[in-house]
């Protein structure tokens, strides 16, 4: 069985838990087990086989012996009974942004749909607004989610795609006898939220060992395509991975060609044309002399441009080939500008890790600080803080402060933005701490203005240093709240209050088009993790790209500085 194919199952399993009410721990072990299979570097199978399931973080012994049941005989005794208790459209239905697993289940349950279609027609002719609990709103919702499924597919994770690439190149690297150049190329390298599948390039002479090699890596599951310099793959977490061999003379082209979108590539070869070039990926023509000049790098051929050098991330097709000639494209922040996380979550809430465990993590990172910001109170499953257990957990903190030199612990909470308006801790207790960030995680189907209105009145709040998460996105799950990004960048600049770019990869929020807008607003960022397990924290490198794509220098993250309590104190100038 492919990876996958055992991930989904541990999901459906997860998903059939919650519908009938399990316990939440149960439920979140199974939904993790699934993220770390579908993300398993090689075959589930030989794992089962070599028995080196143990030891993998996320599988524990019972889950452990699912697996190799399921690997083994090809079914899963426990799965099956499950299964048999819900019909096959629940999961068509769960394909639907908007809809969860008791969503569905009701609308299956009280309305007897069966297909996508017959949901299309019970929205339309007002049977699901009439549910109870229901209403307009919430039809209106799902019937969003019906349109915005069939505009296509959303593709695989940045943060799904980068680590399989990473690891193909890591794998080709010990593996082959001589040494190959091996790189990203693609929407990939420009870090894209999503992408469709992944490019590769390889530098090589001799390209036929590099062939059988890629080949016959762990996670290749099938073989697509197999020619002289191009080959495809598909991995066992079901994304596609193309390698395509070249020479190191035109390395330089190449890469500069299948890095860039289609509008930036058309830009840049107008750009040429202007100057008498014909560009493509293996050179560049003169069209007068008909003189054919090779590029081995891509520094070479911006120069023989008389063009800055566009950072990948950059190369989307707006004006960065109009700012390079200018030589005015800015120096983008980078990973190891990051001095701390200000956004993560232990076991206090809904984290797999201790505070200690978290904290000393993020010290062998090399950070200067952190913020612990676990979840409020009334944010559903997360065992959210109290106001006596914050002040308890704020007490802990500043005991294990003492214990750990290095680093500085913030004490801090994600509290939540009611739909009332109001937060659901007082300000008492959000005045004793160093740290408060406001977010939305319930009541998402309010209208713009509603919505909008909410964050703009925890921007108020004088005790709120930052909004996580603003457009509360989940990629391919959830679309964006209704909310006019303008008016909060405005109060949020105003108020000198901070704005996240979220770094899970499910969220990436804000966005790159909205960190771009922020930023020329003047708008104060900041980029957390949301880490809610010490292998979280290396989320942070997706903000960056994000923040990079948004066009932002060191001096726009609020993280880069070491004084990280006078960039957060409101009313200051970014």
Request: charge should be negative; charged fraction near 25%; hydrophobic fraction near 40%.
């Amino acid at each position: 069985m492919r990876n996958i194919e055992v991930a989904e199952i541990f999901r459906q399993i997860a998903i059939f838990l919650d519908i009938k009410g399990g316990e939440p721990f149960k439920v979140r072990a199974y939904q993790r087990a699934a993220q770390v299979i579908e993300t398993l570097p090689v075959s589930i199978e030989k794992l089962v086989k070599q028995n080196e399931l143990k030891g993998i973080s996320g599988i524990g012994d019972a889950i452990t012996q699912k697996i190799t049941e399921l690997v083994t005989t090809g079914h899963l005794k426990y799965y099956d009974d499950l299964r048999a208790q819900f019909p096959d459209v629940l999961f068509e239905l769960l394909t639907i942004p908007g809809i969860g697993p008791k969503t569905a289940d009701k609308l299956i349950r009280e309305l007897g749909i069966t297909t996508v279609d017959e949901l299309e027609k019970a929205i339309l002719d007002g049977r699901v607004a009439g549910l109870s609990h229901f209403g307009n709103k919430t039809a209106e919702k799902i019937l969003q989610g019906i349109r915005s499924r069939q505009e296509g597919e959303q593709g695989v994770l940045l943060g799904v795609a980068l680590p399989i690439a990473e690891q193909i190149i890591a794998c080709l690297s010990a593996c082959l006898s001589c040494p190959v150049k091996l790189m990203i190329t693609g929407s990939t390298r420009r870090g894209k939220e999503t992408v469709g599948d992944i490019d590769l390039i390889a530098v090589t002479d001799n390209a036929e060992p590099v062939i059988q090699s890629f080949i016959g890596l762990d996670l290749a599951a099938d073989v697509l395509v197999k020619e002289e310099t191009k080959i495809s793959i598909v991995t066992y977490q079901g994304v596609q991975v193309e390698l395509q061999i070249v020479p190191e003379d035109i390395l330089g082209s190449f890469l500069q060609h299948t890095t860039g979108s289609k509008r930036h590539n058309v830009l840049f070869q107008e750009y040429g044309q202007r100057k008498g070039l014909q560009l493509s990926p293996s050179g560049m023509k003169n069209m007068k002399t008909g003189e054919w000049e090779v590029f081995s790098c891509e520094e070479d051929l911006y120069q023989r441009l008389s063009l800055q050098y566009i950072p990948p991330e950059l190369r989307e097709g707006r004006n960065e080939i109009v700012l390079a000639e200018q030589n005015i494209i800015p120096q983008l922040v980078k990973l190891e500008n990051i001095k701390g996380d200000m956004h993560l979550h232990t076991t206090w809430s809904d984290g797999q890790n201790s505070i200690k465990e978290m904290a000393l993590a993020a010290k062998a990172m090399g950070y200067q600080y952190i913020a612990v910001t676990d979840h409020s109170q009334g944010v559903g499953l997360t065992h959210g803080l109290s106001e006596d257990r914050l002040r308890a957990q704020m007490a802990e903190i500043k005991r294990i402060s003492r214990e750990i030199d290095g680093i500085l612990i913030l004490t801090g909470i994600e509290v939540d933005i009611r739909a009332d308006n109001t937060l659901s801790l007082s300000d008492e207790v959000l005045s004793e701490l160093d740290v408060v960030i406001a977010s939305i995680h319930s009541g998402m189907d309010e209208d713009e203005n509603r919505m909008t209105q909410r964050i703009i009145s925890a921007i108020n709040n004088p005790h709120v240093d930052i909004i996580a998460h603003p457009t509360c996105r989940l990629l391919g799950k959830r679309e964006p709240v209704k909310v006019n990004m303008e008016k909060i960048f405005q109060a949020a600049r105003d108020n000198g209050v901070t704005l996240e770019i979220n770094a899970m990869p499910n969220r990436l929020d804000l966005s790159d088009v909205n960190v771009f807008r922020a930023r020329e607003m003047g708008v104060k960022l900041i980029i957390g993790t949301d880490a809610h397990d010490v292998q979280h924290l290396n989320m942070m490198r997706y903000g960056v790209t994000v923040a990079r794509r948004g066009w932002c220098e060191i001096q726009h993250i609020g993280n880069t500085r070491q004084k990280i309590k006078d960039y957060l104190a409101r009313n200051t100038l970014v």
